[in-house]
């Protein structure tokens, strides 16, 4: 399976996991928009199934806890080689 089907994957169980709890599907999609991957996507369909959130403020608030969470990893990712690329100039100036 391609990469744009485990999107649009992912995609379609999120927007029923939405429905299923009474939310308009608008409210799945603009999630999977925002989530962007099919692992955020299926990590917040195993959450809805789980914590069956009661309105969509709770559902919102996740989303949003996810897409931090991605962020940060993102950004201490490209921090991490950054400096690793960094040390690795250091070294090379100092065996010249």
């Known amino acids: 399976m391609g990469a744009r089907e485990d999107w649009t994957r992912a995609r379609d169980a999120l927007v029923r996991a939405v429905s299923d709890l ?3 599907p608008a409210l799945g999609e603009a999630a999977a928009r925002l989530l962007g991957s099919p ?10 199934y789980y914590a069956r959130p009661k ?4 559902l919102a608030d996740e989303v949003l806890a996810i897409r931090s969470e991605i962020d940060a990893w993102r950004e201490r990712k ?19």
């Open 39 to 48: 692992g955020a996507m299926e990590r917040m369909t195993k959450y809805l």
């Open 78 to 96: 490209a921090s991490r080689q950054a400096s690793a690329g960094l040390n690795e100039d250091i070294w090379e100036d100092e065996e010249d």
């Open 55 to 58: 309105t969509a403020e709770e």
């Open 22 to 24: 009474g939310f308009p």
